[in-house]
């Protein structure tokens, strides 16, 4: 096999992940799915700017957590990206955008329990901490929202009607 036939098979390669990865619901073409997985898209980054303000919030307040090292920096940066991520999804409605929203929820979610279950950065979380049940369940509930969207976008061969 030539250089030439390598390097063009994997510039091609490059460029269909690119056209996975920023695939939107405009690709769809039964009318019907198209508004459900936009409809899905716009509540999960509703439910990533909760998130997001959630963090903020707890970040901000008088004894909040950037009071406590490491986890308050960490609140703080979360409470910022998640913003910023939900305006892209809600801007972009991407395929990327989607799946980058989603692990930012799943794993904030599993951050707080790995946090209430052993402890991290030497602290110990509790289900009593002001919203700590609520953001952990709309961050569950984001991250699945927005997979179950994604998928039509993902399948192999690309959306279906």
Do not use: C
């Not at 439910?47 to 308050?72: D, K």
């Not at 052993?118 to 952990?136: C, H, I, K, L, N």
């Amino acid at each position: 096999m030539s250089t030439s036939t390598s390097t063009d098979k994997s510039a091609s390669s490059r460029q269909s992940l690119m056209a996975v990865l920023l695939r939107s619901p405009r690709v769809i073409a039964a009318p019907s799915t198209r508004l459900i997985v936009t409809v899905l898209i716009v509540i999960g980054a509703l439910l990533t700017a909760a998130s997001g303000v959630i963090h903020l919030y707890l970040w901000g307040e008088a004894n909040g957590y950037r009071q406590i090292p490491t986890i308050g920096p960490l609140f703080l940066a979360q409470g910022i990206v998640a913003l910023l991520l939900a305006l892209v999804v809600l801007g972009t409605r991407w395929l990327a955008a989607a799946v980058a929203a989603a692990g930012l929820l799943i794993s904030t979610a599993a951050g707080l329990l790995i946090s209430i279950e052993v402890g991290m950065f030497g602290f110990q979380e509790t289900w009593y901490a002001p919203w700590a049940r609520t953001s952990f369940a709309e961050e569950l509930a984001g991250g699945v929202v927005l997979l179950v969207a994604a998928w039509p976008l993902l399948r192999p061969g690309g959306p279906r009607a």
